[in-house]
């Protein structure tokens, strides 16, 4: 995998009436991990659902350079309604079977299924339903569902949200592991800026309706995220890995 | 006792009547399963009311019933399906003035039909005795012709309900399953309420799935309980509406909802 993946060029990014982002430029590699971030309602959940077709571009151009690239997408799990009487296993094989034809579902093992959940560590939970999960394990679960449809690049909109400490870590690693393993080209929103350290490789701050990327470890200084976040933000290196912190009363 | 099922059976009107509850009710309690799960029960009680206003208005122009009842199902789906986009009111508000207006304005329009027909109060009292044998042709075809959708492109109505985001970024057209779907819901009503009425419909698309969907978490098992709580409320509907002298499509669409009291207790039980 290699070359150019995504563009945008110039392009306006909103609703009609209510331009969210303007004049975005933007290309994105096969391969990247690029996380966006930004304070809330600066439009991380635009761009995102713009890339994935939902929202039409409001002017400017948007380009997929490799024809049918496939996106997965993982949304946060709140999206998903556990009510389904479905177990994990049903997930994968009917996303699956939704993508071939013949469009039925047939019972029976599928041997990519049975490699997307070992990858994303949701083995064990195969025979579980929906109601059983916890947030972590559902993210895990929206996480295979994105790689069993074999997507050139992953989208994850704020995927550790709501997620507890560990659960979050356990995800992110696991996110690092499928990037380094498969060479997924990842695009992240998210609020968590340390979880980006020393795994996006790029990052793009959404602040005043524009987006500026650059290098993680540039784009994740105090004085950046001071100015963003209209608040004291401290950065700080110890042991070669970058530490973010609130300065002061938040 | 099977001597008296027999004889009971023997009438046509009886024979007809129970193709209807059968086959039309199984499919509309499996349509169901949907209508709970996407969480659009609303929906489903609208439908019928804008249902019968196109029976009404069929009446009411001297064109057969089943024809308003279709156009007033497919028009109804068109309309809600489409409503609350606009933003002026919620999509359950919209719903909910098409299950006053569509249930007010078949009554008048009826009472102000130039042609009234006896039989036409029928359609909403749910008399299914009063079913031909056209009427029972055309529900058998609809169940058919539903379960064959269905089985053909099961993954793509399930993947498409549970989630259409995803379902976009697959490429796939999640408006044309949702489309599909409501399709088969428009043309499931007609069939059922063009001989039983709405109440019977209704029931039928809320009782059996809600009892098969507390008992089971797998989605085989609360098909087959639903189809089949379906087919035997039908059956024991009319049954007993025949030997105690009841209405039948009520006494049907009562034994349709009866199967959630034990479903609850059983998973009451089940915890």
Redesign the interface.
């Given at each position: 995998m290699a070359g150019e993946l995504f563009q945008f060029e110039k392009a306006c990014l909103g609703y009609p009436g209510n331009e969210v982002l303007q004049d975005i430029s933007f290309h994105l590699d096969a391969g990247n991990f690029i996380g966006i971030v930004g304070p809330n309602g600066v439009g991380k959940s635009t761009l995102v659902k713009t890339m994935?077709?939902?929202l039409p571009l409001r002017s400017g151009r948007m380009t997929w350079h490799q024809e049918h690239a496939?996106?997965?997408?993982v949304?946060q799990r709140e999206?998903?309604?556990a009510?389904?009487?479905?177990?994990v296993r049903?997930?994968l094989q009917?996303?699956l079977?939704?993508?071939h034809r013949?469009?039925?579902?047939k019972r029976g093992e599928y041997a990519q299924v049975s490699e997307v959940m070992e990858a994303t560590e949701i083995t064990a939970l195969a025979d579980q339903?929906l109601?059983t999960l916890s947030g972590g394990e559902m993210q895990r679960l929206l996480l295979a569902?994105a790689l069993v449809?074999e997507p050139s690049v992953l989208?994850l909109d704020e995927p550790t949200a709501a997620m507890d400490l560990f659960a979050s870590e356990r995800f992110m690693q696991l996110i690092t592991k499928l990037h380094r393993e498969r060479n997924v080209t990842i695009v992240m929103a998210t609020h968590d800026l340390q979880a980006l350290v020393g795994r996006a490789g790029t990052v793009g701050i959404l602040a005043n309706g524009m987006l500026h990327y650059g290098p993680t470890v540039d784009m994740l200084s105090a004085e950046r995220l001071t100015n963003v976040y209209g608040h004291p933000v401290g950065v700080h290196s110890k042991d070669g890995k970058l530490f973010i912190s609130i300065e002061g009363d938040a | 006792m099977i001597a008296e099922l027999q004889e009971m059976y023997s009438f046509s009107f009886m024979r007809y009547a129970l193709t209807v509850g059968v086959f039309g009710g199984g499919m509309l309690a499996f349509l169901g399963i949907f209508v709970h799960?996407r969480?659009i029960v609303f929906l489903g009680a609208a439908l019928p009311q804008i249902t019968a206003l196109g029976i009404a208005l069929a009446i009411c122009m001297n064109l057969p019933p089943l024809v308003g009842a279709i156009l007033g199902g497919l028009v109804g789906i068109l309309l809600l399906s489409t409503s609350g986009k606009s933003g002026s009111l919620p999509t359950e508000g919209w719903v909910g003035l098409a299950y006053a207006t569509g249930g007010s304005l078949a009554i008048v329009v009826l009472a102000l039909s130039p042609q009234p027909d006896a039989g036409a109060l029928r359609f909403f009292t749910g008399d299914i005795l009063g079913t031909n044998r056209s009427e029972a042709i055309f529900a058998v075809i609809v169940a058919a012709c539903t379960a064959a959708v269905f089985?053909?492109?099961?993954?793509?109505f399930?993947?498409?309900s549970?989630?259409p985001?995803?379902?976009?970024?697959?490429?796939?057209r999640a408006s044309f399953w949702n489309a599909l779907l409501f399709l088969c819901l428009g043309f499931g009503l007609a069939s059922v309420m063009n001989s039983a009425g709405s109440m019977l419909a209704f029931g039928m698309l809320i009782g059996p799935p809600a009892a098969a969907?507390m008992m089971?978490?797998?989605?085989p098992?609360?098909i087959v309980t639903t189809v089949v709580l379906g087919a035997v409320s039908a059956f024991a509907g009319l049954t007993l509406s025949f030997v105690f002298d009841l209405p039948g499509g009520p006494t049907m669409a009562t034994a349709a909802l009866f199967p959630m009291l034990p479903a609850w207790i059983y998973r009451k039980i089940k915890r």
């Open positions: 994935l077709g939902l496939r996106i997965g997408y949304p999206q998903i309604d009510i389904w009487p479905m177990r049903d997930i009917l996303t079977c939704a993508l013949p469009h039925w579902y339903t109601d569902r449809v989208l | 799960l969480r089985r053909l492109c099961w993954s793509k399930v993947v498409s549970f989630d985001v995803m379902t976009k970024t697959l490429g796939l969907l089971f978490r797998a989605f098992k609360v």
